[in-house]
C-alpha cells in the first residue's frame, strides 16, 4: 500500500511564494499519476495539477496554470508543487494523491474530486494573508 506524507503547509503573504513536498513509499512499479488537490469547508475538493511520474508529462486546473508548477525528484519518490503569486483563494488544505498511471494520460485524474485516485495523504493546510 503507498503512504503519501504532505508537509510544507504554513502561512504565506498575497503574492508570495510557497512550496509544498509529497514524500511517497510503498509503490511498486515505474508508472504512475500523483496529483495535488485542495479543499476549503463546505466546498467539494478540487484537483490542481498532476503529473504522470514516468513521462514527466504535467496538467493543471486554469485556476492554477502559469502560477503553480508541479515536479518530482530524480528517484521519482518526492513531488512538489511550487506556488508563486499565491492569492486568498489559494487558502485550503492540500492533499497529495496516487493512482494508476492511466488516470493522467486519460486526464480523469480530477474528475469526481480524485475519487478515481487510490491512496491520499493527511494533507497540509496553505493559508494566504495580506
Known amino acids: 500500500q503507498v503512504q503519501l506524507t504532505e508537509s510544507g503547509g504554513g502561512s504565506v503573504q498575497a503574492g508570495g511564494s510557497h512550496r509544498l513536498t509529497c514524500t511517497a513509499s510503498g509503490y511498486t512499479g515505474s508508472t504512475y499519476c500523483m496529483a495535488w488537490f485542495r479543499q476549503v469547508p463546505g466546498k467539494e475538493r478540487e484537483g490542481v495539477a498532476a503529473i504522470y511520474m514516468n513521462g514527466g508529462s504535467t496538467y493543471y486546473a486554469d485556476s492554477v496554470k502559469g502560477r503553480f508548477t508541479i515536479s518530482q525528484d530524480g528517484n521519482k519518490s518526492k513531488m512538489y508543487l511550487q506556488m508563486n503569486n499565491l492569492n486568498y483563494g489559494d487558502t485550503a488544505m492540500y492533499y497529495c494523491?496516487?493512482?494508476?498511471?492511466?488516470?493522467?494520460?486519460?486526464?480523469?485524474?480530477?474528475?469526481?474530486?480524485?475519487?478515481?485516485?487510490?491512496?491520499w495523504g493527511q494533507g497540509t493546510q496553505v493559508t494566504v494573508s495580506s
Open positions: 494523491a496516487f493512482g494508476s498511471s492511466y488516470e493522467c494520460y486519460a486526464g480523469y485524474w480530477s474528475n469526481d474530486g480524485g475519487s478515481r485516485l487510490d491512496s
